[in-house]
């Protein structure tokens, strides 16, 4: 190692261990905070966020270690660092009752500490989550900007800078609004949460679970991958860690098995991408979406859990009929559920608990703090999963750093949310979705699945969805849905992109682990996740989305929605229980518009066309069975 290459991973390991001090004790104060609430939104956020663009500096740097310029770009870090702390001080000792402000304008300080702020927001957000999104937001910046000089059916009033600055810094709209909100307070105690899970080994517990449940069957490693990962995306609210910290076990058992590496890949990632959706914690967008819609949370955990179980279903079924195809079996060998049970069935109690409180409507922030102590005196309450104080702190580090990618997108997300707001630009996208679609539902629909893709190449998740539910929500309610369905809906939508190419971020880090194809992973994992397409549909067709209200229309959607499900695998695959014949993968081709776009007495038709095909499948497999023998 030469002298120049000492002294820069000398300078990593000193940053390196202020990070880790910074990262432990912002989670220190976030569970201070959410325990107290003594800060107010004007102070608290301004502090979340100014901690968090300060460990991605540090985290994050500008420069690889092995470049020659890496010792200067560390000092740009620093100042980096040093200029967030100055503008954000300077934010929280704002005096927002001294109204001279509204009348006079902000002083060049203010207009400096909040420009600072945002520019290194900006390049945090560079960092964490790509360049797509600074674009996007650089966009709407200069629209709230230069909006009066653009042609009068998309022109906004042309805002200055110092009315930009105040709206976006020194408000709780723009960068300190509602995603950013959500983001410090409950998604990162979320986040916590699961970094404990990991560190206790309660995250393996639930894979061996899976494995427990599901190995013994036809493509056992594959279905257990789809139960796994329905446990834990759920907690971990990233499809992407998902797929990498599960896949790092289920992928190489699928492939010994007989998968083919993209088939592994695409099955984890449309697995893990379906843990997003999946009671009771959902990942970041369904603490947004109560928060945007005023809903409680309890509420949308509840109606979500129907259209999860059938998401999952479909995965598990499209799993099933390619192990069909490829002729494979179940595992050997597999640990019985009650030996797995029995190690670590006191991982089960946190899971319980946050479950139980959500649903009693206490505050999402206390119930994560509940879950990461629960989670913690699980783990000490056995001998065998007792963590040490090096592992604690480690949990409390990761929990950290997993949550910068989130605030840093929420916080940028919501300078388009503010940008909306400010300018009115939203009315007059609703206008232009409405006219383009002719303003018929399904098209719409169409046009918005186009979009949450297209937003979901460069953008994570929960941005996608905050920016898309802006826009694209006005259109859905107008036409007659309820918001909570318009919502959910969005919601769904705004997951595909981690599985539709040709940029399918969950797929490919599927492949990296499979050794596989990025692109063909992709494919596989798009045809896998069907049901973020279909049963979003069925949400707006039908009374899916259940309000404790017309429980036989509900049980009725359920009914048309696995026929849907079925009908469209069939037709993709050719097969049920045994090969279909051209004729009936015809039939249950035109099925599905049938059961989705039709009145009552079409769809009871079409739902039985569906369970006589699948008989006579079943009857013709039994037969040739029997003929065997």
């Excluded at 001090?21 to 989670?27: E, F, P, Y």
């Excluded at 494979?328 to 946050?354: R, S």
């Excluded at 409180?357 to 783990?379: D, E, K, R, W």
């Amino acid at each position: 190692m030469t002298n120049s290459s000492a002294l820069n991973h000398r300078v990593t390991e000193r940053l390196m261990q202020l990070a880790t001090i910074a990262a432990i004790a912002l989670s220190v104060f976030q569970i201070w905070q959410g325990l107290t609430a003594n800060l107010s939104a004007p102070v608290f956020r301004p502090v979340h966020l100014c901690w968090i663009l300060a460990l991605v500096f540090l985290v994050r740097p500008l420069v690889k270690e092995d470049s020659r310029l890496y010792l200067p770009a560390r000092l740009v870090d620093l100042s980096m660092v040093l200029a967030t702390l100055w503008a954000a001080q300077h934010i929280v000792r704002f005096d927002y009752d001294d109204i001279g402000f509204l009348l006079d304008g902000l002083g060049v300080d203010d207009v400096l500490a909040g420009s600072i702020l945002i520019a290194t927001l900006l390049e945090a957000t560079r960092r964490t989550v790509g360049m797509v999104m600074v674009v996007i937001a650089a966009i709407f910046l200069a629209y709230a900007m230069f909006g009066d000089v653009l042609p009068a059916s998309v022109a906004s009033k042309g805002f200055a800078l110092d009315e930009i600055i105040r709206f976006h810094i020194y408000s709780t709209n723009g960068v300190f609004g509602a995603p950013l909100a959500i983001a410090a307070g409950v998604v990162f105690i979320f986040v916590l949460f699961g970094a404990f899970l990991q560190v206790t080994g309660a995250g393996q517990f639930f894979i061996d679970a899976a494995f427990a449940v599901a190995g013994k069957y036809r493509g056992g490693p594959a279905k257990a991958s789809v139960v796994a990962s329905a446990a834990l995306g759920s907690i971990s609210g990233s499809a992407i860690a998902n797929t990498v910290t599960t896949g790092a076990l289920t992928i190489p058992m699928m492939k010994k098995l007989g998968y083919k590496p993209e088939q592994a890949a695409g099955i984890e990632a449309a697995a893990s991408t379906g843990g997003q959706i999946m009671p009771p914690v959902m990942g970041a967008g369904a603490f947004v979406m109560a928060q945007f819609t005023g809903i409680a949370y309890s509420e949308i955990l509840l109606v979500s859990i129907a259209p999860a179980i059938l998401y999952f279903g479909c995965t598990l079924l499209y799993v099933h009929l390619m192990a069909c195809k490829l002729g494979l079996k179940g595992m050997d060998k597999v640990t019985q559920l009650k030996v797995v049970m029995k190690q670590g069935w006191h991982f089960i109690v946190p899971l319980v608990l946050i479950t139980t409180l959500l649903l009693m409507s206490y505050s999402p922030v206390l119930v994560g703090i509940a879950g990461c102590s629960a989670i913690l005196v699980a783990a000490m309450c056995r001998k065998h999963s007792r963590i040490s104080i090096r592992l604690f702190f480690e949990g409390m580090k990761e929990g950290a750093l997993l949550a910068l990618p989130i605030s840093v997108a929420c916080a940028t997300a919501g300078i388009v949310v503010g940008v909306v707001g400010q300018t009115g630009i939203g009315l007059q996208f609703t206008q232009f979705l409405m006219a383009l679609s002719g303003g018929y539902l399904w098209s719409v629909m169409a046009l918005i699945a186009v979009a949450a893709v297209i937003l979901g190449m460069g953008l994570p998740v929960t941005a996608a969805y905050i920016v898309l539910s802006i826009m694209a929500v006005p259109a859905l309610t107008e036409l007659g849905l309820s918001i909570l369905a318009a919502h959910m809906i969005v919601f769904w939508l705004s997951q595909t992109s981690n599985v539709t190419p040709p940029i399918a971020l969950a797929a490919f880090a599927g492949a990296g682990v499979a050794g596989a194809s990025p692109m063909q992973s992709a494919v596989q994992a798009f045809k896998l996740a069907q049901g973020f397409f279909l049963i979003p549909l069925m949400m707006a067709f039908s009374p899916l989305i259940y309000y404790g209200e017309n429980l036989l229309g509900f049980m009725f959607a359920i009914v048309t929605t696995i026929a849907l499900i079925v009908a469209f695998a069939g037709a993709i695959e050719g097969r049920l229980i045994k090969s279909l014949s051209l004729v009936e993968r015809a039939v249950l081709l035109v099925v599905p518009f049938a059961l989705i776009f039709s009145g009552l007495a079409i769809k009871l038709a079409a739902v039985a066309v569906v369970v006589v095909i699948t008989s006579l499948n079943a009857f013709r497999g039994r037969e040739r069975s029997t003929t065997a023998a």
